[in-house]
């Protein structure tokens, strides 16, 4: 399985991004997806998740009603669209993926991409 997340990069805040993470090698519909950030000197942390049917969504408290996660499984690929961004997003964003079960732990993926960064200015 290979993630290759885009769509990264610089904004005021206030504003909007949407990243996108492409998955191959396998049948994208049999992965949960997940999207985690990384600022620096931080540990990894959950952002939100999405399950195999996108039917069951899941968010951090700290982007919950500006965030939202989205896929479409005919394309293999999965959508985070990020408004009203905050200068605390700023982050390295990473798109995961694990088989079936939707989860929202760190550990529980199998599969990363290689991150993408945000940079929100104030």
């Known amino acids: 399985v290979q993630l290759q997340a885009s769509g990264g990069g610089l904004v005021q805040a206030g504003g909007s991004l949407r990243l996108s993470c492409a998955l191959s090698?396998?049948?994208?519909?049999?992965?949960?997806m997940g999207w985690f950030r990384q600022a620096p000197g931080k540990e990894r942390e959950f952002v939100a998740a999405?399950?195999?049917?996108?039917?069951?969504?899941y968010y951090a408290d700290s982007v919950k009603g500006r965030f939202t996660i989205s896929r479409d499984n005919a394309k293999n690929t999965v959508f985070l669209q990020m408004n009203s961004l905050k200068p605390e997003d700023t982050a390295v964003y990473f798109c995961?993926?694990?088989?079936?079960?939707?989860?929202?732990?760190?550990?529980?993926?199998?599969?990363w991409g290689q991150g993408t960064l945000v940079t929100v200015s104030s």
């Open positions: 090698g396998r049948t994208f519909s049999g992965y949960a």
């Open positions: 995961a993926a694990r088989v079936v079960v939707t989860t929202t732990r760190v550990n529980d993926y199998d599969y």
């Open positions: 999405i399950s195999t049917s996108g039917s069951s969504t």
